[in-house]
């Protein structure tokens, strides 16, 4: 079913001087503005577009991919804020309208904010909420052991961060199981750890310890080649250092290393790390 706010691949039916007329089914025949178009564009094409509502309120496609669509949450910068509610940049030419009353909080200009993008049952106009939690599953979740899944971080707790997983439910990720830097709205890979008998989902960044120990000793030898068999780093280097060339933790950095020199592909010396040749 072809839906506002949603991605769709749709025929080309009409060419005119401003654009071309795509069939969207239901929807009747929708524009694709010249701007927008794809250089060769055709009738019998077929295009991937978004379709949304323009200034008029009328169905509109565009071949730009917004930031999120109907049904997802995602972490939106606040451009602008007007007597309806505050606009968010969303990636297309027209912004985001997150209504006052949709708004957990006063939004600022400047700021950025998860939300939640859904149709209005009022008017049928696209608009976000930072009311996230009345938007998420409440029903049993239906994920296994071990199966990847797409988070959001959401927030912190006393236990270690929140994420929503697959744009659905809340998930914990312990702090003493997190072993890279996290920020609010970030996206990322995780694993379900387990789901609790209340229901509630522990989360894992990592599918198991010996899998990220190897992809870890894996960038290291990657970066030490490409830095002619030499790195300054070592057990003695701070943290900030080692995450902002290799992009882990100093734990993980100190078991990689140590799992390198007992192979003997590395030697490590009080000036760094060097590749064995």
């Known amino acids: 079913m072809i839906q506002i706010g949603k991605t769709s691949t749709l025929e080309v039916v009409k060419q005119v001087d401003f654009g071309v007329y795509l069939n969207a089914h239901e929807l009747g025949q929708v524009l694709l503005p010249t701007k927008v178009m794809p250089k060769e564009c ?48 969303w990636g297309l030419e027209k912004d985001l309208l997150l209504p006052f009353g949709e708004q957990h909080r006063e939004i600022q200009e400047g700021k950025s904010y998860l939300v939640y993008i859904y149709t209005s049952h009022v008017d049928e106009r696209i608009v976000a909420s930072s009311k996230i939690d009345k938007f998420l599953d409440k029903t049993p979740p239906p994920y296994h052991k071990g199966e990847e899944v797409n988070l959001i971080i959401g927030g912190t707790t006393d236990l270690g961060y929140k ?111 060097h590749l064995v040749k």
């Open 163 to 273: 994420a929503i997983i697959n744009h659905s439910h809340w998930g914990v990720i312990f702090k003493n199981e997190v072993y890279r830097r996290l920020s609010f709205g970030q996206k990322l890979k995780g694993y379900i750890k387990q789901v609790r008998g209340d229901d509630k989902i522990d989360l894992l960044l990592q599918k198991g310890v010996k899998q990220e120990l190897d992809k870890h000793a894996n960038t290291i030898m990657i970066k030490l080649k490409q830095a002619g068999g030499f790195l300054p780093l070592n057990d003695k280097t701070d943290a900030d250092t080692i995450y902002a060339t290799l992009s882990m933790s100093k734990k993980a950095f100190k078991k990689s290393i140590g799992g390198l020199y007992k192979k003997e592909q590395i030697t490590i010396s009080p000036d760094g790390i």
């Open 42 to 89: 055709n009738v019998g094409d077929k295009v991937e577009v978004f379709l949304y509502l323009d200034s008029d309120d009328m169905v509109i496609a565009t071949t730009r991919k917004p930031l999120a669509e109907v049904g997802q949450f995602a972490y939106l910068k606040a451009v602008s804020t007007g007597p309806y509610g505050a606009f968010l940049d």
